[in-house]
């Protein structure tokens, strides 16, 4: 019997497989290809149970060995990026009123919550200037998917135009999803010199079967897309929607999806105030014009207000069709969870900022990853950055050299560099995505492009 597998003894599993009428255990996992299967037993633990004293002297060790770099920050793009989160932020999600377990099945009870998350929706409607949007998905990937679905659902198409420069972690979450629902992803080119989407190339695909074209501004890669309206045109001119995957602070220098005709908008939350948490847990938002096929076609959650018999406001969950525990397999969708927390610290993010404060903060976010960039192309040979077009954030630098050698020196002076494009992106080859944010001081970006002219040999 193993000592961390209770249902383990021979005894035990017989019965188990007798009761579910299964000869072996290997028949639950068929669909598991035999060539990654484990053929030895499990080794984990340490043989005996260890004492909460042992157990904090080992975790202590292997905390030892992570390097944090607070200073400078991270210039590590890829859609999570360092941000400042005011402490405000923390200390109002970490109250017991909303710092719950799970979502209150009985809504109606937990006002406040449902307030806060009103909030959440009134404010991001707002920000986007859409009509309506929910508060339950779980990061910007499978926001993206669960679009997808939805425009498949509300148009009866089976195709969706992405742009080849799409975040690939993004597509790749997205391509699991819809393809197992008969909806087909196909990737339309981009200019080389500026990144653009190819409107001729985009004009030939877009035919009949086209549910939606899906439009990043700003892109993966950090550039703005410019023909964001001959898009929107071309999209709407063949019957299919336009799903714009946007920035959330970008909006206080750029048109919001709203502006350019965006039927349906998605984007990731991290930077409302969320922190990066080694990659988790995000916030996916995910919003649409008001249209009653759209909306009532929407996953996730909606928090509506009302008045009461006496004429008290009210607030109650107005659609949650996507719930599995209601329609099971007819399900809208099968996110099964909420990100309710996440959307209360946008919200109050959001809230400290105001109009004003979010047009400062991505005017100081365009100014500093603006001046990195010129740092940067200041050195012989590195072409920062490698499209010509407006950038906000993050952005994809060349080198001369092979970048994962370059980073190796970076991190040895402290410094955390950008994330390698060379397997994603061949085409550009030794480049990566950098990313620069309110966070990063001039003396930060001057070690950057110290270190990395050290390296390349360039001597700014």
């Excluded at 669909?31 to 975790?59: H, M």
């Excluded at 079967?209 to 071309?234: K, Q, R, T």
């Excluded at 920062?384 to 980073?407: D, M, N, Q, T």
Aim: aromatic share 8%; net charge negative; charged share 25%.
């Amino acid at each position: 019997m193993h000592p961390w597998l209770p249902n383990s003894s021979p005894k035990v599993e017989e019965k188990i497989l007798r009761s579910i009428g299964v000869e072996g255990v290997e028949e639950l996992f068929r669909d598991i290809p035999a060539d990654i299967v484990l053929k030895r037993p499990l080794q984990v633990g340490f043989g005996k149970p260890l004492s909460e004293s042992e157990v904090a002297r080992l975790v202590e060790r292997l905390l030892s060995k992570n390097r944090v770099f607070m200073d400078p920050p991270p210039f590590m793009g890829g859609g999570v990026c360092a941000h400042h989160v005011p402490s405000l932020v923390a200390e109002i999600v970490r109250r017991s009123e909303f710092y719950t377990a799970y979502t209150p099945y009985q809504a109606e009870i937990s006002q406040g919550l449902l307030q806060a998350l009103f909030e959440y929706q009134s404010l991001m409607a707002d920000l986007v200037d859409m009509d309506v949007v929910n508060a339950s998905m779980y990061d910007m990937s499978t926001a993206v998917a669960e679009s997808f679905l939805m425009a498949a659902r509300v148009t009866g198409r089976s195709r969706i135009l992405v742009p080849a420069t799409m975040n690939p972690q993004h597509y790749e979450v997205a391509r699991t999803i819809v393809e197992a629902k008969g909806v087909k992803l196909v990737k339309v080119g981009y200019d080389r010199e500026t990144g653009m989407m190819s409107l001729d190339e985009l004009s030939s695909k877009l035919s009949g079967e086209v549910a939606a074209v899906y439009v990043e501004n700003p892109g993966y890669l950090g550039f703005f897309e410019e023909n964001i309206e001959a898009i929107s045109d071309a999209a709407h001119s063949r019957g299919a929607l336009l799903i714009a995957g946007f920035e959330p602070l970008s909006l206080g220098l750029v048109k919001p999806p709203g502006a350019y005709g965006a039927d349906i908008a998605v984007a990731e939350g991290q930077p409302l105030g969320l922190g990066m948490n080694y990659g988790g847990p995000l916030l996916g938002i995910f919003a649409v014009r008001w249209d009653r096929r759209l909306v009532r076609q929407m996953p996730g959650r909606l928090i509506g207000m009302t008045e009461s018999l006496e004429g008290e406001r009210g607030f109650a969950m107005i659609l949650q069709t996507r719930e599995q525990h209601i329609r099971r397999e007819k399900a809208t969708s099968n996110i099964t969870t909420n990100e309710a927390l996440a959307a209360i610290a946008a919200a109050v993010y959001l809230s400290l900022l105001g109009r004003s404060g979010i047009v400062r903060l991505a005017e100081t976010i365009m100014l500093r990853a603006g001046y990195a960039a010129k740092r940067l192309s200041e050195i012989p040979g590195v072409e920062a950055p490698a499209f010509g077009s407006r950038h906000f954030k993050e952005f994809a630098v060349r080198f001369p050299c092979r970048y994962r050698e370059l980073h190796k020196h970076l991190m040895e002076h402290g410094v955390l560099g950008g994330h390698y494009l060379g397997e994603e992106f061949p085409e550009l080859g030794e480049a990566a995505l950098f990313c620069v944010t309110e966070v990063h001081s001039k003396r930060d970006i001057d070690l950057l492009a110290e270190k990395v002219a050290e390296y390349v040999g360039g001597g700014a």
